[in-house]
Structure formats: structure tokens, C-alpha cells
DNA sequence: ACCGTCATGTAATCGGTTACATGATTCT
DNA sequence: AGAATCATGTAACCGATTACATGACGGT
């Protein structure tokens, strides 16, 4: 019926893994985990539960005092989407869209791009690295690590990158 | 006045680079060029350039007769746009948001992705290899050459990412 | 003459971003 | 008590994707 994108999936997997939640714990959570390497704007994470709720994979429980917060849980549609989505390997790749190389790509003056870019990247780098060790004191599952250092990889390799625009 | 996103820039630039074009002709230069970490729709290059030349970035030139293509060059405006973008430099990231990652993030089984991920990966490598060495055949610009290597670099990182996840 | 693929374009829909707005808390 | 920040939500707009459609052209 409605097109499940990959924000779809992560709400998904959000309210699965916490049970019921409220945009607001999903915008904390988003942030907390994924907020690396895929980030949400909260606005979207009030507009697309509504969406699921509406095409049955969530429930929708509101609260009738107060603040009317709306609470949203997985439905059995909504588990086995989110089963199927994944069980089945993806040969899909994301492309970098990254500012910097189309600028570069345009004719911007590498040199001056390399600085700033490099900054940024070891900023992010540090970044995922505190992450990792916050995953890591907290004993975070196994794939949660993974994640944080396939962030870290890449992190390196911009900034290897950018340092050889630099030149020497 | 009307916002200019990198598809904006994308097509200020080729547009500029051409001296003019149709969007088919963008199509095609799309594709060869940055096509391999910035790919847009064709159906974007035709809205685009029309948007564009509506707030007067562009000149649009349409044939008489027969297919009545339209033809697009760059104005003072647009010229002047985008030479700004170009001197300007970012310390703004893109995020990976990576399909794979989410999944692993999500629970998925690591070496299933992996496998799948990996061929994936190795496909684009060779790809951007053979760009690469078209480029430096054609004695393209280094900066072309440039960001085809910084592909090559992302597509190797990758690669050991998922060997490792792959296991021994 | 026909078929497939390249070339060219438009329309509809929708997800996402930006901006606005106001209730609760906490801190000084 | 007032300021600042966190929490929570809605509305409007718009860029991007998807789908549909047809014209030209090269080969058999």
C-alpha cells in the first residue's frame, strides 16, 4: 500500500526494540544510535509514525490527560515487515553526495577545500569515536559497535583523502 | 529567492561548463561524470533547469520546429551563483545512510549482509576503476581524477569493512 | 515495415525540510 | 519571577521520485 522507505524501517525497528515510544523517545534514540550516519529531523519522526499507524504496521494509543502525547507500538503488520526488510539482503549502495568532491568536482579550489573539510571530518571523527567507547563501556551489542566503527573507517578515509589534496 | 541546492549547482555547472545544453545532453554528462557518487533523475534535469531559469539563472532557448528542445546557458546571475559556491568552502558532511548499515544496525545477520554488501561494493570498485583510468586516458582535469579516486578510496573502505564483518 | 532502444518530455504524488508555535521544566 | 532550554507538535512548501507517454532513429 504505502511505499516503506528507509526511515520507515527505522521507526520500525525503534518502537519494536523499545516497545512503545513516543516521537520525542524516538528523536532521543535516533540521535543516541544512529544519529551518525542517519539522521532524522523530529519533524519527520511525529509525520511518519502517523503514516505507519494509518497503513496498519503501528498502533496508536493517545494519552487522553495532559500533554496527549501519542504512544505508538508495532503491530503484527508491522513485525513482519520489518522481519522480511531484514532477512533480505540488500545489493542497494548509498551514494556519498558529499559537498566537498562536487564542489572539487566543479573546479573549487582543492587546497582550499581540503582544509576545511579536513577540520569537519576529524570532528566527526572524534565524534564517532567517543561513541565508540560510550558503545563500549556500555557494553552495546555486538552490531551497534560495528556500526559506530564502519563510521570510523570512513571518517579515516575522508580525512586520508583530504590530506592528499592538501598536498604535502 | 528560490533556494539553490546541489542539484542547482550540478546543473549551473555543467550548464556553464557546456556553454549550452539541453537536459538531455545533462543526462549524459550526469553519468559520466559525477554520475558515481551523485547521480540525479532525468526527470530532475528536466524541472530543474526550469526552475532555474524562472528565477533567472538560467537563459532558455526553445527550437522552433521539430522537437522544440529547450536549450539552456548560464546568465550573469547564474554565473555569478556559482562562482560564489565555488570560492565558498563547506565544513558541511554528508551522511553515509547507507542501507546496509541500517540493516546491521537493525539486527540483521552480519554475514549474510556481508556477502551481498561485499559483491556489491567490489562491483562499484571495478567501476570506478575503469572510470579512473579512462579519465587519466583522456588526460582529464585532475581534479576529476581526483574525486573518481576518492570513490576508489570509499569503495576500498567499504570493502574491508565488510570482509571483517564476513569474518575469517 | 517493424522492433527495439534512445531521446524527450509531463504529471502526480509524497517524503522531507523549514518555519512557526506553545507547554513544561529547570536554573539563577 | 523571569529566562533559558527542553519537549512537543502542526503547517506549508518544495524538491525528488515514480510513472506514464510519445517521437525519432538505427538495424534486420
Redesign the interface.
Known sequence: MIQLT?TS??VL?LVARAGEATPYDLKQVVSA??G????IPHSQLYAEPERLARAGYLSERRERTGRRRKHYSVTGKGREA?RD???T??????????????????????K??A???L???ER?LQELRDLASVLEAAGA????R??A???V??A??YI??WKR?AGP
Chains 1, 2 share one sequence.
Open positions: 528507509q524501517y527505522v525497528g544510535t544512529i551518525g550516519f542517519f539522521s520489518l526488510w531484514l532477512r539482503p540488500t545489493d542497494e549502495l548509498y551514494e556519498l553526495r558529499d559537498p566537498g568532491l562536487l564542489k572539487l568536482a566543479f573546479g573549487a579550489d582543492p582550499m577545500l582544509g576545511t573539510q577540520a569537519a571530518h566527526r551489542p555486538e552490531e551497534q560495528l556500526v566503527d564502519a563510521g573507517g570512513h579515516r578515509e586520508r583523502f589534496v
